[in-house]
């Protein structure tokens, strides 16, 4: 196991000066906790080969969409002012080659990982927003709104996703924020049903009734006391979610119901499709965003399981 | 002049196989600056009346009778007006302080919650308040930003009493402050709500199935059984000399340090306390009574005189009506 580093001094002293009033500001003190906090979770987290692999790839990952608009320019993405030949194999101008518009397809990958890694977040950030929502609010108020949000996040969670999706994107039409709306509402249900779980046990701890008896709101005790202690279900979530909401906006985008007008991996694995990539054996148009998202993928999913491995003391014991 | 005075409260649970009265018709009475103390076996209702005067049973809960707290008719207050009686006329110390603190937050600010949640003074003027009741609970304020985890259990408690103590109530309901400590912080936790009772003239309800800790913190004793007080009366008097068989047996319980005559007669009582579904007809103790007689069963007991501002609930008490044909 790990041994246990010297604790850092305490950054605020005074054993002998122990006035009533303590002049400190508490969002200073607070803020010192929360980095002492997050130094100590680092030097756990630093430990885990599978966490780091996944963080360096990530980091990797988030860096180029960062960066993109400095690497690629507008011209080369846009079909009228390509820079090679349509289905060029790759040489020292265009390492992976170019597509059926003479772009190069190393610049349409770079620039894919931003939409990519958008949909994936906005859609996760919606997922838990939704999700917790309607967890808290059933498992907290119980009864018969209980009785219907969950009726409504069963429903959610039987029906297959792809034909709702399908039938959303397509009355919805094809956009990049149709995409996000899409993945997110059909997504939500499996949240809401772990924080509901986890509501109802927290609603019935004595500190719960501690705090009614104490004059609090629903509004206060939800927000000061359930959703802090539900928290960490929510968070041990966010990250495996990220990585389906990539893989789910790749499903959209290949079945054609992605925003035409914007790159994305899908989208390019869409296209190269379209164009008979597969048969022409234009290896170097589907391979790379098929590769991409599969590390995207693996990386948020290492990450996941080593955020659970250093969070989690009983698996951390093992 | 009476800070709480309740009349005939009855409160039944709704539970699955039918109702469940857990208090069965219970005066009270306590005036400013008295501490009465509420004792009984598990299950007795005690604790149901230190949460009833509240109002924080599950919804379903039937609750009859009358509780004026600090002049609030509880009983028939809107959710709003309660919200706003709650701490402020009366505050709780829970028996688990260990459970009964957010473990992600810190105790200052949970101290301080009280103040803030009554808007009775900003965030920085109530933590400011925190670090004094801290204080004035015998634990430094630079302990403020710890979380409850970072202190030991009569730690705990001891912020729980701050807590307790933060909008000024006109009652503390101690509901087992000390029933989770070991015997050394027990007295000294019991030492400090005696001392803060007596300095801030505090009205006390001190509920405990532990009649010696009563005698050391009570001005007066109630003694409960099957959702009724069976007997009430001076703490010192009903202790050392209890009308009620009940109590004899809780009393005799209790082992005499430096009495010799107790190792020869340790006592206890036999039986298990009634089901609150099916309460024994007359006096519900009657089955377990050493001292009953043929008319226990079908005698519906009160709380009779029995001298000097007592009051027990049994036949053999001098103000019970006459029952010339049956005693013996």
Redesign the interface.
């Known amino acids: 196991m790990i041994e246990t580093p010297h604790q850092p001094p305490e950054a605020v002293v005074g054993t002998e000066v122990a006035p009533p009033s303590p002049p400190r500001d508490p969002r200073k003190i607070r803020w010192i906790r929360r980095r002492r906090a997050l130094t100590g979770f680092w030097r756990v987290y630093r430990r885990n080969r599978m966490g780091m692999v996944g963080l360096v790839l990530l980091a990797g990952f988030v860096i180029m969409a960062l960066a993109a608009p400095l690497i690629v320019s507008d011209e080369a993405l846009k079909p009228a002012t390509a820079p090679g030949v349509a289905f060029e194999p790759p040489t020292a101008d265009f390492p992976l080659g170019t597509d059926d518009f003479g772009r190069s397809v190393l610049d349409l990958v770079i620039f894919g990982s931003r939409i990519s890694l958008l949909v994936g977040f906005a859609a996760t950030l919606m997922t838990m927003t939704v999700g917790a929502g309607v967890g808290i609010a059933g498992g907290y108020y119980g009864g018969r709104t209980d009785t219907a949000l969950n009726a409504l996040t069963n429903w959610f969670l039987v029906i297959p996703w792809i034909p709702l999706a399908i039938v959303l994107a397509s009355i919805l039409g094809r956009s990049l924020f149709n995409t996000i709306l899409v993945i997110g509402v059909t997504s939500w249900a499996g949240t809401a049903r772990l924080v509901r779980a986890d509501t109802l046990s927290v609603k019935e701890r004595p500190y719960v009734e501690r705090a009614r008896a104490l004059g609090a709101s629903n509004w206060h005790l939800v927000t000061r006391h359930v959703l802090p202690n539900v928290m960490p279900v929510i968070f041990a979530n966010t990250v495996l979610t990220v990585a389906l909401s990539i893989l789910a906006e790749t499903t959209l985008a290949l079945l054609g119901l992605g925003d035409p007008l914007s790159v994305s991996w899908g989208i390019l694995i869409f296209d190269a499709f379209d164009a008979g990539a597969l048969s022409a054996g234009l290896w170097w148009w589907l391979i790379p965003p098929g590769v991409c998202i599969c590390l995207v993928t693996l990386a948020f999913t290492m990450c996941g399981y080593a955020l659970d491995e250093v969070l989690n003391p009983r698996i951390r014991e093992r | 002049m009476s800070v709480l005075s309740v009349r005939d409260l009855r409160v039944t649970y709704r539970a699955k196989g039918g109702d469940v009265p857990a208090v069965r018709g219970v005066d009270l009475e306590i005036d400013r600056g008295e501490v009465l103390g509420l004792a009984g076996e598990s299950g007795c209702g005690k604790s149901t009346i230190g ?1 009833a005067l ?1 109002r ?1 049973h599950p919804a379903k809960t039937k609750i009859e009778g009358g509780i004026i707290l600090d002049g609030n008719d509880v009983l028939s207050l809107r959710p709003g007006r309660l ?6 006329g009366a ?2 110390i ?1 028996q ?1 302080a260990l ?7 810190g105790i ?1 600010d949970q101290v301080a ?2 103040i803030t ?2 808007k009775l003074a900003g ?2 003027e109530a ?2 308040r925190a ?2 009741l801290l ?1 004035q609970v015998g634990l ?3 302990r ?2 710890d979380y409850p985890h970072e202190l030991s259990g009569g730690q705990k408690q001891r912020v729980m009493i701050a ?1 307790a103590l933060a909008c000024n109530p006109s009652l503390v309901i101690a509901d087992e402050p000390t029933t989770a400590l070991d015997v050394m912080v027990q007295a000294q936790v019991l030492k400090l709500l005696k001392t803060l009772q007596r300095e801030l003239g505090l009205a006390m309800l001190f509920i405990t199935h532990d009649l010696s800790v009563l005698v050391e913190v009570a001005d007066r004793i109630a003694i409960m059984y099957a959702g009724l007080i069976v007997e009430e009366g001076p703490a010192e008097r009903v202790f050392h000399f209890p009308d009620h068989p009940y109590t004899k047996a809780l009393a005799g319980a209790f082992p005499e340090i430096g009495d010799s005559q107790f190792r020869r007669r340790p006592s206890g009582l036999g039986g298990d306390p009634p089901d609150p579904q099916q309460i024994p007809s007359g006096c519900p103790f009657h089955p377990r009574c050493p001292v009953a007689i043929d008319v226990c069963p079908s005698l519906e007991v009160e709380l009779w005189a029995a001298g000097e501002g007592r009051r027990a609930a049994c036949v053999h008490v001098s103000g019970a009506p006459a029952l010339s044909e049956t005693r013996p």
């Open positions: 949460s509240l924080l919200r706003a009686v709650r701490w402020t505050s709780i829970f688990g459970h009964a603190m957010n473990p992600v937050r200052g919650e009280a949640v009554h965030e920085r933590r400011v670090a004094e204080e430094p304020a630079r403020i930003d807590m």
